[in-house]
């Protein structure tokens, strides 16, 4: 039996019938789920995320070049930020690819 975010009685969705789509929809709901469960609202600057990931300075500017890392905003003039739940999801979704 395959466990999903969906394994659960009062989250149902139907079969699409295309297991390649449905993989697809369970890791979208699954990520949305931890950014919605995650109860810190707060902005990370760089050395945090660097901290956080374990990944360099360099690397983490190359991975959101190619859209796979999450993006960094202006706090203000002088400063960027990741938003940590997008941070935490990201992670999240590192460690069902690697497993």
């Known amino acids: 039996m395959r466990i999903n975010a ?17 993989d697809k929809l369970d890791k979208q709901i699954g990520d949305l789920m ?24 360099s690397q983490i500017y190359a991975l959101m070049k190619d859209g796979k890392f999450p993006q960094s905003f202006r706090l203000c003039e002088r400063i960027v930020g990741w938003h940590e739940p997008e941070v935490t999801a990201w ?9």
């Open 6 to 22: 969906y394994s659960a009685p009062h989250r149902t969705r139907p079969a699409t019938g295309n297991p390649a789509e449905e």
């Open 91 to 99: 992670m999240a979704t590192r460690v069902r690819t690697t497993h």
């Open 34 to 57: 931890i950014y919605q469960n995650c109860t810190e609202q707060r902005f990370l600057r760089l050395p945090d995320v660097m901290h956080r990931v374990g990944i360099s300075r």
